[in-house]
T-cell receptor, first 112, second 116 residues
Framework: QKEVEQDPGPLSVPEGAIVSLNCTYS??????FMWYRQYSRKGPELLMY????GNKEDGRFTAQVDKSSKYISLFIRDSQPSDSATYLC????????????FGQGTRLTINP | GAGVSQSPSNKVTEKGKDVELRCDPI?????LYWYRQSLGQGLEFLIY????????KSGLPSDRFSAERTGGSVSTLTIQRTQQEDSAVYLC??????????????FGPGTRLTVT
């Protein structure tokens, strides 16, 4: 069983829709929870991060972490065609190996 | 400023040959990572360098894989006797110093390796 599970999709929604992306994880030692966005043929770029549990909002993007359920989410409001990309969740422990553990990535397409 | 750069951007090699992949991190970043991304898969950690500490090699899939970082800057990932299953995109990332945790990693564009 993988430490981080993410539905690979693909997910296709119309422009303006609310998008919900999710990951589950098994390792309770994770403390940092990130969402990276990856455009085709590019490296991933950090979109948002959350430390421990709670919500974080940045413009049209909201990240949620529920440590009791080991479940994280990314919501995109008023989705735009430019949001079409692969979204990867990633997690990090504070102590021990400082390596990101990634989900498989969800390929998202926003249709005009 | 300049981001993380990687070279070559594409590499096609024959099975059994050795390849070297290069990464130039962002200037001043003390942490450097190599990841591998296979088709339709997430990123798989390979190796991590932090300053002058011994590297964390726990993700290297076999002894055919090795990496070095010279002068705390440029890094080279070497794959010996390449196999077809080594075909993937190899991504390098760097992270600045002074953080509790290296959650913000800056990625290069990757090297797409194809082993024929």
């Amino acid at each position: 069983q993988k430490e981080v599970e993410q539905d690979p999709g693909p997910l296709s929604v119309p422009e303006g829709a609310i998008v919900s992306l999710n990951c589950t994880y098994s390792n309770s030692a994770f403390q940092y929870f990130m969402w990276y966005r990856q455009y085709s043929r590019k490296g991933p770029e950090l979109l948002m991060y959350t430390y421990s549990s709670g919500n974080k909002e940045d413009g049209r993007f909201t990240a949620q972490v529920d440590k009791s359920s080991k479940y994280i989410s990314l919501f995109i409001r008023d989705s735009q065609p430019s949001d079409s990309a692969t979204y990867l969740c990633a997690m990090l422990r504070i102590q021990g190996a400082q390596k990101l553990v990634f989900g498989q990535g969800t390929r998202l397409t926003i249709n005009p | 400023g300049a981001g993380v750069s990687q070279s070559p951007s594409n590499k096609v090699t024959e099975k059994g040959k050795d390849v070297e992949l290069r990464c130039d991190p962002i200037s001043g970043h003390t942490a450097l990572y190599w990841y591998r991304q296979s088709l339709g898969q997430g990123l798989e950690f390979l190796i991590y360098f932090q300053g002058n500490s011994a590297p964390d090699k726990s993700g290297l899939p076999s002894d055919r894989f090795s990496a070095e970082r010279t002068g705390g800057s440029v890094s080279t990932l070497t794959i010996q006797r390449t196999q077809q299953e080594d075909s993937a995109v190899y991504l390098c990332a760097s992270s600045p110093a002074g953080r509790t945790a290296n959650y913000e990693q800056y990625f290069g564009p990757g090297t797409r390796l194809t082993v024929t």
